[in-house]
């Protein structure tokens, strides 16, 4: 089955300087790979996702890239603030028909240093 | 606003006491998903519902069921809680075809 593996586990930046969390996946069927951020206690909210169509995408301070051959894609956040901090997980979908199913890695804990 | 509901947000049950967590849903997605999180730990997929096919992970515990009586609620019975099984529940629902999840707020069990 599909394994995801995220790094780093933890990860301090000073505000202002730019955050990147990293996954690889075993499974070269998934095709869609969300990001999660997760503040304390509260519910996962997606931020962005990617498709395995595409190889990059960019929101505002958040991007992701996605190398399907390597297969490992990758959360870029710029000009980082004290409220980007929370536990973000990566995940993988294997299409299985009438549903998806999230393999999600093992989550990174970013901590914005005011 | 379209939403996932759980309730209750918190729950403390005793050790071997059946407990149940309800998850409800106005977003009308087909799918309904229930995952355990356990401290500093990524979600994991208990089972999951197309409509009312039910889909159980290979390795979830045979103490916890689902039931899920209409489109809008899906419910998770624990039936003789360990203290293993303290954790967040979180639900979260998809429309068929479609990717996105949509979570819940979550209920935190707590097994004394």
């Known amino acids: 089955g599909e394994n995801v593996e995220q790094h780093p586990s933890t990860l301090s930046v000073q505000e202002g300087d730019s955050a990147v969390i990293k996954c690889t996946y075993s499974?070269?069927?998934?095709?869609?790979f969300p990001w999660y951020k997760q503040e304390l206690g509260k519910r996962p909210q997606l931020i962005i996702d990617i498709r395995s169509n595409v190889g990059e995408k960019k929101d505002q301070r958040i991007a992701v890239t996605l190398n399907k051959t390597a297969k490992h894609f990758s959360l870029h956040i710029t000009e980082t603030q004290p409220e980007d901090s929370a536990v973000y997980f990566c995940?993988?979908?294997?299409?299985?028909?009438?549903?998806?199913?999230?393999?999600f890695g093992t989550g990174t804990l970013l901590a914005v240093q005011p | 606003d379209a939403m996932v509901i759980q309730n209750p947000r918190y729950q403390v049950t005793q050790f071997g006491k059946p407990v149940t967590l309800s998850c409800s849903q106005t977003?009308?997605?087909?799918?309904m998903y229930w995952y355990q999180q356990k401290s500093s730990q990524a979600p994991k997929l208990l089972f999951h519902?197309?409509?009312?096919?039910?889909?159980n992970e290979a390795d979830t515990p045979d103490n916890f069921q689902s039931r899920r009586p209409n489109t809008s609620f899906c419910f998770l019975d624990i039936r003789s809680p360990g203290l293993g099984d303290a954790a967040m529940y979180l639900c979260a629902t998809s429309r068929f075809q479609r990717y996105e999840q949509y979570f819940g707020p979550g209920t935190r069990l707590t097994v004394t």
């Open positions: 995940a993988a979908s294997i299409d299985g028909g009438a549903t998806n199913k999230l393999i």
């Open positions: 519902y197309y409509d009312k096919d039910f889909n």
């Open positions: 499974d070269s069927a998934s095709n869609y």
């Open positions: 977003l009308n997605h087909n799918v």
